[in-house]
């Protein structure tokens, strides 16, 4: 694991013990704002570029998707 995905592990666990009013919103956006972040460390443009698509998917589109998933499991 990269220093920096380690310490991004370390203060989202932090974050998550010390801000339980944070909501699931906050929490995935923060995510997929260091994901964005980690993509424009790739070499190649077509790189980041792929990078940034496979992690550009809105909150609400993430959870109309997981809600989906969720039911068809039930």
């Known amino acids: ?3 920096s995905h ?3 592990v ?3 666990a932090t974050a ?3 801000l339980n009013a944070c909501t699931n ?4 956006d923060a995510v997929q704002q260091n994901r ?3 993509c424009r460390n790739q070499a190649d443009i077509r790189d980041i570029e792929q ?3 496979r992690h550009s998917m809105e909150w609400k589109d993430y959870e ?8 068809r499991q039930e």
């Open 51 to 53: 990078c940034e698509r």
């Open 1 to 3: 694991m990269k220093n």
């Open 6 to 8: 380690k310490i991004f």
């Open 25 to 28: 919103q906050q929490m995935y």
């Open 10 to 12: 370390l203060v989202i």
């Open 64 to 71: 109309q998707q997981r809600q989906s998933l969720k039911a």
């Open 36 to 38: 964005l972040y980690e």
């Open 16 to 18: 998550g013990v010390s």
